[in-house]
T-cell receptor, first 115, second 116 residues
């Protein structure tokens, strides 16, 4: 069975500060990992995904994440927070195979950016 | 281009009523997923369609939940005899590909269901 743990349901950073959102996964097979962002009253938007091509993955809006197999982690970072980054962020895991390949999500981390 | 759309955006139902939630995926997308997102939680998988075939319904919480996609495009999630615990946001997602867990799923804005 696969699972995702996001440490910290709520993270606050100052504008211009480093953003670090933590995600640890559990998977019995090599995982595909995703970060999605959700703005209020909107659907989820893909930030980036890990598909085994490279361990450091760059996404949209200046976000990146590093896959660390030894730590079973896929933390999301951004060097300098912007007010527009305030949203809820979800880490998710999937695996390939026949039939369904649904996403298993963490509980989410709400990011607040303080001006 | 048009993304995934869902209707209605908000639905209030009295306990015991039946509801139907509609999803219009991106045109040409083969795969379609339904997720349930309770307040303060991440989305949880309900069911998966590949074209018109429902290949996985393991996430449906009870036999009161039913989903269909008869022509391989629009999908409807129906909840019979709604209960208060059914209150949640129901998200629909579509994907252009058949297989591979690495494919992006494109999400709609969701339908917020409130059962009184």
């Amino acid at each position: 069975a696969q699972s995702v743990t996001q440490l910290g349901s709520h993270v606050s950073v100052s504008e211009g500060a480093l953003v670090l959102l933590r995600c640890n996964y559990s998977s019995s097979v090599p995982p595909y990992l995703f970060w999605y962002v959700q703005y209020p009253n909107q659907g989820l938007q893909l930030l980036l995904k890990y598909t085994s091509a490279a361990t450091l993955v760059k996404g949209i809006n200046g976000f990146e994440a590093e896959f660390k197999k030894s730590e079973t982690s896929f933390h999301l970072t951004k060097p300098s927070a912007h007010m527009s980054d305030a949203a809820e962020y979800f880490c998710a895991v999937s695996h390939s195979g026949a039939g369904s390949y649904q996403l298993t999500f963490g509980k989410g981390t709400k990011l607040s950016v303080i001006p | 281009g048009a993304g995934v759309s869902q209707s209605p955006r908000y639905k209030v139902a009295k306990r015991g009523q039946d509801v139907a939630l509609r999803c219009d995926p991106i045109s040409g997308h083969v795969s379609l997923f339904w997720y349930q997102q309770a307040l303060g939680q991440g989305p949880e998988f309900l069911t998966y369609f590949q074209n018109e075939a429902q290949l996985d319904k393991s996430g449906l919480p009870s036999d009161r939940f039913f989903a269909e996609r008869p022509e391989g495009s629009v999908s409807t999630l129906k909840i019979q005899r709604t209960q208060q615990e059914d209150s949640a946001v129901y998200l629909c997602a579509s994907s252009p590909s058949l297989g591979g867990g690495y494919n992006e799923q494109f999400f709609g804005p969701g339908t917020r269901l409130t059962v009184l």
